[in-house]
């Protein structure tokens, strides 16, 4: 059973940086693609960033730039650097897992917070 792991969140004022991490257990990372969303307060659950299988990533266009989305299949673990932060990134920061030749089923964490504020 796929089970993802989310940490490195926290508080931290604008202009900050913070690394999150996903680890997955039960499975390799390597054979699913992987995504981060977020959820901010009274806002549905958007998507951030993806790496697909290939190692191709994508951005949505708030965070291009400024967010780094990677994984080390060694470590069975994905990342999202995070850069130069604003109040606008507040939110619950949630990875997700596709195995693509089952789209139907998505493995989610359990979400880790990020509080953007002075």
């Known amino acids: 059973q796929v089970q993802l792991v989310e940490s490195g969140g926290g508080l931290l004022q604008p202009g900050g940086s913070l690394r999150l991490s996903c680890r997955m257990s039960?499975?390799?990372?390597?054979?699913?693609?992987m995504a981060w969303f977020r959820q901010a307060p009274g806002k549905g659950r958007e998507w951030v960033a993806s790496?697909?299988?290939?190692?191709?990533?994508d951005y949505t266009n708030s965070v291009q730039g400024r967010l780094t989305i990677s994984r080390d299949n060694a470590k069975n673990t994905m990342y999202l650097q995070m850069n130069s932060l604003t109040s606008e990134d507040t939110a619950v920061y949630y990875c997700?897992?596709?195995?693509?030749?089952?789209?139907?089923?998505?493995?989610w964490g359990q979400g880790t917070q990020v509080t953007v504020s002075l």
């Open positions: 997700s897992a596709v195995y693509p030749f089952r789209p139907g089923i998505t493995y």
């Open positions: 039960g499975n390799s990372i390597s054979i699913f693609n």
């Open positions: 790496f697909g299988v290939g190692g191709n990533t």
